[in-house]
């Protein structure tokens, strides 16, 4: 059994923070702009030049669509031609946010998955994607973003108060399923369509793809042995 948990930091949103080491096996790998060292503590860093994204839906690209980032398990050829070609039976996203703080974080996620295809957390506050479109556009730097046309959009697929995920924290089987890949690639096009906010498109993607829905998590999000959330903190602007 080996784990690959990766994270993505982009446009100088938050720093790259050291988890504990792990009781057991597991490589850490960090997509980012930001030039760093190829090595930071246990990060294998992996640089992505910017492109037309914007750099918070440039992060978005590796947390959802895995089975392109680790095809079988496997870092892509292009990110990594010489490295990391050891094939990895599960993944686990954390957001630049999360700091790792115990070493049976791994081994409990994995326990977690047990054998679904994903696991995530349940939304600490919310439970219905209507609800989080008006927390959103609450937000001073969501202002202007269209959520209530998106969900306006869902209206006919998804029901009030039809459930609700919080992604800090992604656990994908590998290799990955068909649906699970389907998930994928409709959460991105979604993503791309309307808004960077992933919680308000999945429950949408997993009603339209059917029969793929995560197993959540136990425990809570923001209080738990594992890891702590700490603020967006930011960096210096990446060289260009």
């Known amino acids: 059994m080996h784990a690959i948990v990766y994270t993505a930091i982009f446009g100088a949103h938050d720093t790259l923070k050291q988890p504990i080491a792990q009781d057991e096996p597991c490589e850490f790998v960090c997509f ?19 492109d037309h994204y914007y750099p918070i839906l440039q992060s978005r690209r590796p947390k959802v669509l895995s089975h392109k980032v680790f095809p079988g398990g496997r870092l892509a050829w292009h990110y990594a031609p010489l490295s990391l070609r050891r094939r990895a039976d599960l993944l686990i996203w954390v957001d630049g946010t999360i700091q790792i703080e115990d070493p049976s974080f791994v081994r409990d996620m994995r326990a977690a998955l047990g054998g679904h295809d994903w696991a995530v957390f349940g939304h600490p506050d919310r439970d219905c994607i209507y609800d989080e479109a008006h927390a959103v556009r609450a937000l001073p730097r969501h202002r202007g973003l269209p959520v209530f046309q998106q969900v306006e959009a869902y209206k006919s697929i998804v029901p009030p108060h039809d459930g609700l995920y919080a ?15 389907k998930v994928n690639e409709l959460w991105w096009q979604e993503l791309q369509k309307w808004t960077s906010r992933d919680q308000i498109s999945l429950p949408y993607v997993l009603r339209i793809v059917g ?3 995560p197993v959540k998590i136990p425990g809570q999000l923001r209080s ?6 700490i603020p967006h903190q930011g960096l210096k602007p990446p060289p260009r």
């Open 167 to 181: 992604h800090n924290i992604l656990v994908r089987r590998q290799p990955s399923s068909v649906r699970m890949d």
């Open 224 to 229: 738990n042995k594992w890891f702590k959330i």
């Open 32 to 50: 980012t702009d930001y030039r760093m060292p190829s090595r930071v503590g246990a990060w294998r860093v992996i640089h992505i030049n910017p």
């Open 211 to 213: 029969q793929c829905d």
